[in-house]
């Protein structure tokens, strides 16, 4: 073994890019914008999870449209296939046919061949087979926030039918007990996001995917 043979181009490179990191975040935290995405190049669909509220539909849309690829909110496209809303088919039909729809449409999103950012719903990891299938086709965010700031963004919320609660925040901290793993299971990422903004979250996805996201 050559033990004593160093590739300089390589150590050169290394240290670059650490460089380069370290600007990146001291900008990020010194609340600099940067409307201008590196040339970032999707090679699988990206796929954002975290619980109701974190911002996987709002966060999703800004990196899509930053990187100039298909935005898909998991959410649309079920409404789309059962012709209401979420709300109601929970009332009509229940969880559990939410949950296998919700399966089936996700599936179905995850095997197209053109890539795109797809926000999920918060739910979406309860099956093992749809975290297998976010895990095989995508590169996974989780959006980690805290259940008292979700509750508080969500205050005037009456469209998420788990949160149609006397207490949402307890209902948000018991969704949080249950579903924190199976998103650290499921993630290649954790962006916490709480006491950010939206549009910092977003950067701040940006910026670790652009500098160093591939699968
Ligand atoms: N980081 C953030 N800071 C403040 N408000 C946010 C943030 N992310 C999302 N929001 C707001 O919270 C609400 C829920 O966001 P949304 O993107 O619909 O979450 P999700 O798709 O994860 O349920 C929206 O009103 C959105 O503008
Ligand atoms: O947490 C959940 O189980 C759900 C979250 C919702 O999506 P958002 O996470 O976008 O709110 C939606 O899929 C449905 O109401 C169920
Ligand atoms: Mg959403």
Redesign the pocket.
């Given at each position: 073994m050559e033990k004593d043979c160093i590739d300089i181009d390589a150590v050169l490179f290394y240290c670059s890019m650490t460089r380069l990191r370290q600007s990146y975040a001291l900008m990020m935290n010194a609340g600099c914008r940067l409307d201008g995405a590196m040339n970032f190049v999707m090679d699988s669909h990206i796929a954002l999870v975290?619980l109701?509220?974190?911002?996987?539909?709002?966060?999703g849309r800004y990196l899509a449209r930053r990187w100039s690829v298909p935005f898909v909110d998991v959410d649309v496209a079920i409404e789309e296939q059962i012709q209401c809303s979420i709300r109601e088919f929970f009332a009509k039909e229940g969880e559990d046919r939410f949950r296998e729809v919700e399966q089936d449409v996700l599936a179905q999103l995850l095997k197209k061949p053109e890539k795109m950012v797809i926000?999920t719903g918060?739910g979406a990891v309860l099956k093992p087979e749809n975290r297998a299938q976010l895990a095989r086709h995508s590169l996974v965010v989780y959006?980690s926030a805290s259940p008292h700031e979700i509750a508080r963004?969500?205050q005037k919320d009456t469209q998420r039918p788990l949160l149609q609660v006397g207490n949402p925040l307890q209902r948000l901290q018991e969704l949080h007990g249950i579903r924190d793993p199976l998103y650290k299971e499921v993630a290649d990422f954790v962006v916490a996001?709480s006491g950010?903004?939206?549009t910092q979250?977003a950067q701040r996805v940006a910026m670790q995917l652009e500098l160093g996201a591939s699968r």
């Open positions: 975290g109701p509220g974190s911002g996987k539909s709002t966060i926000a918060g959006l963004r969500l996001g950010l903004s939206a979250v």
